[in-house]
Each structure stands twice: as C-alpha cells, then as structure tokens.
Nanobody, 123 residues
Framework: VQLQASGGGLVQAGDSLRLSCAASGLTFSSYGMAWFRQAPGKEREFIAGVSWSDESTYYADSVKGRFTISRDNTKNTMYLQMNSLKPEDTAVYYC?????????????????WGQGTQVTVSS
C-alpha cells in the first residue's frame, strides 16, 4: 500500500493550496481517508476526514470553514482544498487511510500513512 501526498509549498497568509493524496495497493473506495498535520514541537493532529461508507466529512474546529476534504474514487485520490491559510497552518501534512466505516479522529485507528508534504504559510 502506498499513499503519496503532494501539493505542499510556501505561500503567504490568505493564500490557497490544494493537497492531493494518491493511493495504490488498496481498494480505495473501501477506506476512510483523512488528513493530519504535525507542526514542529507539537503532536500530530487530525484536521479533516471523509468516510468510505457515505462520504460524510468531519473537520477539526481549527480548519472548519476554510478547508474542504474530498475524494475521487475513480482516481483513487483524496484532496484537501485549503483556503485563507494562516501562519498557524504551517506543518507537515499527512494523509492516512482507515478501514473504519466512519470518520475517526484518533491516529491509531489509521492503517496506512503517506510520507507527508510540507506546508509553510508566511505572515
């Protein structure tokens, strides 16, 4: 199984970015997907997830209204559209896959992880 995260970069506050996570080696449509992030010196935190069962979504309060998670099962790819970026969004962003039917926020529930992509937001 491989999860390949991409799309990170250096942007200014208020800008937008779209992250992608391409999956292979698993039945993508049968896995819930999520994005986590980890800033220097902080624990990895859940920010957004989309289930496989009904494609319901769930967001952390810190990104609600600014970030949108989506998935395209025909392309085995998940996306995170990030708008109105803030310096506090600076982190390494990881995608993850879970066999759980609905969105779960705890990292230990995820079976597979991508390698991470760096997002840096300057003020």
């Amino acid at each position: 199984v491989q999860l390949q995260a991409s799309g990170g970069g250096l942007v200014q506050a208020g800008d937008s970015l779209r992250l992608s996570c391409a999956a292979s080696g698993l039945t993508f449509s049968s896995y819930g997907m999520a994005w986590f992030r980890q800033a220097p010196g902080k624990e990895r935190e859940f920010i957004a997830g989309v289930s496989w069962s009904d494609e319901s979504t769930y967001y952390a309060d810190s990104v609600k209204g600014r970030f949108t998670i989506s998935r395209d099962n025909t392309k085995n790819t998940m996306y995170l559209q990030m708008n109105s970026l803030k310096p506090e969004d600076t982190a390494v962003y990881y995608c993850a896959a879970t066999s759980r039917a609905f969105v779960v926020v705890t990292a230990t529930n995820y079976n597979y992880w991508g390698q991470g992509t760096q997002v840096t937001v300057s003020s």
